[in-house]
C-alpha cells in the first residue's frame, strides 16, 4: 500500500471496530460470524487483539496458520468485550510504534476483520476509506499473479476500473459490481456463485481459483449491508 497514512488508518479501523463492539450484549457479541464461521464475534475481536499483542511481543509465523490465530482466542476465552477492550487500548501506542519500525501488515487483518465484524452484527459503514481502497489495489495486484496464464479479466466497480491485461473492450471475461463489493472478492470474502452473478461476459469459472487468496471461497454468499 502507498499514497496513505498507513499507521493512522490502522487507528482509526481499530477505532472504528472498538466503538462497534464496545457496548455489545452478550447475545450479539455470541453470534456466529458469517466469513469467519468457527468464531463468533467476541472470538473474532479476541483474534484481533490478540494479534496485535503477539505481533508486539515478536510471535508472529509468516502465515498467520490456524494454530496461531486460535491460541490468541483461547488464551481469551474468559475474557469479556470490556476487558479485551481495554487490552487492545493499551496495545496502540506499542503497535503503531512496531509498525513504524517494521512493517504495516496488521493494516489488513483489521480491515478485513472489521468488515467480517459489520457483517456479523449487520452494521455496515467504512465501505470507502482510504486503507479498504489502498487495500482492494494490493490484492488486485496478488490476483493478477493468480491470473496471468489466462485470457485478460476486467473487474469493474461503479468508480473503479482494474483490466489484467489491454483494455475492458479486450477483456474476456467482465465481473461488474460497486467498488465495495469488489474489495471484498478480492480478500475472499464473496463465494462463486456471488462472482458468477456479476459476471456480464465470459466464464468466470477459471478464475474463481484466483479469488481464492486466503483460503477456500466462502460456501455462502456473505454481505455487509
Given amino acids: 500500500m502507498s499514497g496513505i497514512d498507513e499507521i493512522e488508518e490502522w487507528a482509526r479501523a481499530q477505532r472504528r471496530v472498538i466503538d462497534l463492539v464496545r457496548d455489545l450484549p452478550a447475545e450479539r457479541s455470541g453470534r456466529r460470524v458469517p466469513a469467519c464461521p468457527d468464531w463468533t464475534v467476541r472470538d473474532l475481536f479476541s483474534h484481533m487483539v490478540g494479534l496485535g499483542a503477539d505481533v508486539v511481543a515478536g510471535d ?37 510504534d512496531w509498525m513504524a519500525a517494521h512493517t504495516t501488515r496488521p493494516l489488513a487483518d483489521v480491515l478485513i476483520h472489521e468488515q467480517d465484524l459489520r457483517g456479523a452484527l449487520g452494521a455496515p459503514g467504512a465501505q470507502h476509506t482510504p486503507g479498504l481502497h489502498a487495500l482492494r489495489d494490493r490484492f488486485a495486484g496478488r490476483f493478477a499473479g493468480r491470473v496471468a496464464g489466462l485470457a485478460p479479466v476486467a473487474l469493474i466497480g461503479d468508480g473503479w476500473r482494474w483490466v489484467s491485461s489491454g483494455d475492458e473492450a479486450g477483456a474476456a471475461v467482465v465481473v461488474r459490481t460497486t467498488d465495495f463489493e469488489l474489495a471484498r472478492a478480492l480478500v475472499t470474502r464473496r463465494s462463486a456463485d456471488q462472482l458468477r452473478s456479476w459476471t456480464e461476459r465470459g466464464d468466470i469459472g477459471p478464475y474463481l481459483d484466483g479469488f481464492a487468496l486466503l483460503g477456500p471461497l466462502p460456501d455462502a454468499p456473505l454481505s455487509e449491508s
Fill in 60 to 96: 508472529e509465523p509468516d502465515d498467520h496458520d490456524a494454530g496461531w490465530t486460535g491460541r490468541q482466542v483461547e488464551r481469551r476465552r474468559a475474557d469479556d468485550i470490556a476487558t479485551l477492550v481495554a487490552e487492545w487500548e493499551s496495545l496502540t501506542g506499542p503497535v503503531r
